[in-house]
């Protein structure tokens, strides 16, 4: 899996460059997942979505998260190069319909339509040696032929989302943490001209008897400084 350059999906802490603007904006929504969503996928969703719209209003993409994604502990930080520890390679995380064409990380062309949201990681090998700071990417797969809800091995997940693409490479956007208790909202990274949607995931962690909710953001618009 040859998963993009340079990184920039950067903690807030670490980036002061991030800077909240009123250009893309999200907003919750009661619509349904879209036709052609597997039913046992579609009936794990949660019924409220989030719309993102561009700067002339139009709608960019809308977002549906999985109800509750398991998790193999409780959310404790980083460890090294990877966000999120807690979550399995290939874990459903949402669905995603995009309104238009639009790109991903790698400034690969992904056409408009509906797609699953896994969680994958970037490979440990050469051609990815240095060039970015955190391993944790979401990947898209057509929705049309990703029918299950139970996580993909990684050569599963990469053909699949290869074909979102129409390349050899999957079909990538950058995941990076977001602020605790942060609400739905943009991220506008000015330097590297990339906006990101903050959501909340909801976790079921093993010992705890309620779902946690945990924010985390991905880049919907901007490419990586390497593609």
């Known amino acids: 899996m040859r998963f993009l350059g340079s990184c920039s999906f950067v903690l807030l802490l670490l980036a002061p460059a ?59 930080g980083a460890n090294g190069a990877i966000q ?12 995603l319909h995009l309104v238009g064409e639009a790109h991903d990380y790698r400034d690969q062309t992904i056409d408009k339509g509906v797609y699953t949201m896994r969680y994958g990681l970037q490979p440990v090998n ?12 979401t990947l898209l797969l057509p929705a049309a032929k990703d029918k299950a809800v139970a996580s993909l091995p990684r050569k599963q997940l990469e053909a699949q989302s290869s074909e979102a693409a129409g390349t050899s490479h999957p079909a990538v956007f950058f995941m990076l943490s977001a602020p605790a208790n942060a609400p739905a909202s943009m991220i506008h990274d000015e330097a590297k001209n990339t906006w990101r949607v903050a959501l909340p995931l909801s976790l079921t962690a093993p010992g705890e008897s309620q779902p946690i909710p945990h924010p985390v953001s991905f880049i ?5 400084e390497g593609a």
């Open 84 to 95: 999120f520890p807690f979550l399995a390679e290939g874990e459903l995380l949402g669905v």
């Open 18 to 76: 991030l800077v909240s603007a009123d250009v893309y904006k999200v907003e919750p929504i009661k619509d349904a997942p879209p036709a052609g969503v597997a039913p046992e996928i579609a009936s794990g969703l949660n019924g409220q979505g989030y719309r993102v719209t561009d700067d002339q209003g139009k709608p960019f993409a809308e977002i549906w998260l999985r109800k509750a994604i398991p998790a193999k502990a409780k959310p404790a």
């Open 220 to 224: 919907l618009s901007g490419v990586s």
């Open 126 to 137: 050469g051609d990815h040696l240095g060039v970015s700071p955190f391993r944790d990417y």
